[in-house]
């Protein structure tokens, strides 16, 4: 596909949300993941800086947006002014989410340190509460989703290479195993 086209579409005034909001999640989550994982395997502190500066600014827009996005999305060219500003705080020509930290984000944050500390103490102390009374719910559940994790790699695996899930015995093995279990419970 010719990226000029991809671009046309993108930016098309009456292009679909679907598109537009795709097109933010990419440049908004995707490749920001991936950047910060290679800035943390570079052990460049520069670069970790940089990103840890991104995911402050994108995560205090996400708390702005999750009050408001239901009835800005209505506005016309909502998705794609958004798509702009997280790519504006992403280029490092800009250096936008610097920007976005030091005139807005640090200054609330240092005028509301103290009462935010309290906050988050309280929070944390209540999670560590609530972790130590269901410690046991928690393990039944960690079992219960490594199972559900294991089954569905091994179906997906199944899917995918059908010819290793015959050629490993995979389903004889299965069958063996519950018939061993089976003749345990009789004796």
């Given at each position: 596909m010719d990226p000029e086209v991809g671009l046309r579409l993108l930016f098309s005034p009456l292009a679909s949300n679907i598109v537009v909001r795709t097109a933010c999640c990419s440049v908004g989550v995707v490749l920001p993941v991936y950047s910060t994982f290679k800035a943390i395997e570079g052990r460049d502190e520069n670069e970790q800086k940089k990103?840890?500066?991104?995911?402050?600014?994108?995560?205090?827009?996400?708390?702005?947006?999750?009050f408001t996005d239901k009835f800005l999305c209505w506005f016309?060219?909502?998705y794609h002014m958004k798509f702009a500003f997280l790519v504006w705080?992403?280029?490092p020509t800009t250096d936008g989410a610097r920007q976005m930290y030091m005139t807005h984000l640090r200054p609330f944050l240092l005028k509301h340190e103290t009462r935010l500390d309290q906050v988050v103490g309280f929070f944390y102390g209540q999670m560590s509460k609530f972790v130590s009374v269901h410690q046991a719910e928690i393990k039944f559940v960690r079992a219960l989703l490594m199972r559900t994790f294991v089954s569905a790699k091994q179906f997906a695996s199944g899917f995918i290479h059908p010819e290793r899930r015959h050629m490993s015995g995979a389903i004889e093995g299965r069958r063996q195993q519950f018939d061993t279990s089976d003749s345990e419970d009789e004796e």
């Open positions: 990103w840890l500066l991104y995911w402050a600014a994108y995560g205090s827009f996400s708390v702005v947006e999750l016309p060219l909502y705080l992403e280029l």
